[in-house]
């Protein structure tokens, strides 16, 4: 199993460079080619989510990613240090709350919409998403 750690600083434009890290070294893992967008553009949601999480929160930690290549697999695990709240909505949830949630999970269904195996994971010292796609061997040569 190979993993490659990627930590940037919570700013959008270190998000572009963890998308390019992430596709290229989702090729070398076996990803199909079709999926490389799919791929691109979930890995940038999920950054851009965990960016915009530090930000708010006021957090310096770093955005940490986790590609992960396994048998038949290849994974990529955003994760955050801010803190997650479950709100339901009662009385005295503020606006700017209600704003951030929606924000959040809309966040979630691009990704959802995009990736078939997704596992989020949150709780008071942060959160990840593991996103999962499967791989192709690569073709055996035959030398004549």
């Keep these: 199993m190979a993993t490659v750690e990627l930590r940037f ?4 434009g270190h998000v572009r460079t963890a998308r390019l890290v992430a596709a290229s070294v989702a090729r070398k893992a076996g990803v199909d080619e079709a999926v490389l967008d799919e791929v691109r553009l979930a890995v940038g949601e999920a ?14 930690a770093p955005v ?13 695990e955003v994760g955050d ?18 704003v951030e949630t929606e924000e959040d999970e809309m966040g979630l269904a691009v990704i959802s919409g995009l990736v078939d ?4 994971s ?14 192709t061997p690569p073709p055996i040569a035959v030398l004549p």
Excluded: Y
């Excluded at 940490?64 to 990529?76: A, P």
């Excluded at 195996?117 to 989020?120: A, G, M, P």
């Excluded at 949150?122 to 791989?135: F, H, K, N, V, Y």
């Design 9 to 12: 600083s919570a700013v959008p």
């Design 47 to 60: 950054c851009s989510r965990a960016v915009g999480l530090h930000q708010h929160s006021g957090i310096t």
């Design 117 to 120: 195996d997704v596992e989020v």
């Design 64 to 76: 940490r990613v986790l590609l992960i290549e396994e048998e038949k697999q290849f994974s990529i």
């Design 122 to 135: 949150t709780g008071a010292d942060g959160g990840s998403i593991r996103m999962t796609w499967p791989t």
């Design 81 to 98: 240090e801010a803190p997650h709240q479950v709100h339901d909505g009662t009385a005295g949830a503020s606006e700017d709350v209600d």
